[in-house]
């Protein structure tokens, strides 16, 4: 917060920029810790005329760490279509492609973002009439939620290493202050 402090205060001195300041938010992020967990369904309805149908199988697994410094990563998320023989018509992959990235903006635990997750399309189904690009982008939406739950999810908190220096008489205090924010003491040097 500090450094934030002061550079607020050298816009407004040097540059002349006022600037409307809130509390610091933490980045927290969503995830999942259990690989390999398949997710069903199948998105129908039917309302006189045109339907709607889009069936999807996803499988979630955490990314590893050379998937996450691959290429075809983008926003810390692998999409891979498994599809083969024509399950789901090409035209509908994207959709089903676009209804995850769309669903890990806000993740099911808390509404932060989805990060480090793979999600593998292994099977699914059409209908010649009533399936839609909107049909299966729910399919896959609905897949993830209910897949993301059963994968172990976790929320995860940013954490930062700090080496505080201070004289004996106030390290009660300050062991403290650093108690009362969550961190954890991992060493202590007496020399001076």
Not at 6 to 22: H, K, L, Q, T
Not at 59 to 83: A, H, Q
Not at 119 to 129: N, Q, T
């Amino acid at each position: 917060e500090l450094h934030l402090d002061i550079i607020v205060d050298r816009m407004r001195r040097e540059f002349n920029v006022e600037a409307n300041v809130g509390k610091p938010q933490v980045a927290y992020r969503e995830t999942i810790r259990k690989s390999d967990v398949k997710s069903d369904y199948k998105h129908a309805k039917q309302s006189g005329g045109k339907g709607q149908y889009g069936h999807v199988v996803i499988e979630l697994s955490p990314m590893t760490e050379e998937e996450r410094k691959s290429e075809n990563v983008k926003d810390d998320f692998l999409f891979i279509n498994d599809i083969t023989g024509g399950i789901i018509p090409k035209e509908f992959i994207p959709s089903v492609e676009k209804g995850l990235r769309e669903t890990i903006t806000s993740g099911p635990i808390a509404g932060f973002p989805v990060v480090g997750v793979k999600v593998k399309l292994v099977f699914g189904s059409y209908h010649d009439v009533d399936s839609s690009e909107m049909a299966f982008k729910l399919a896959a939406s609905m897949a993830f939620k209910q897949g993301f739950a059963k994968a172990s999810p976790v929320l995860l908190e940013p954490i930062m290493k700090v080496e505080i220096v201070s004289p004996e008489d106030y390290l009660g205090d300050v062991m403290g202050d650093v108690s009362r924010r969550r961190g954890v003491l991992q060493g202590q040097d007496d020399s001076p």
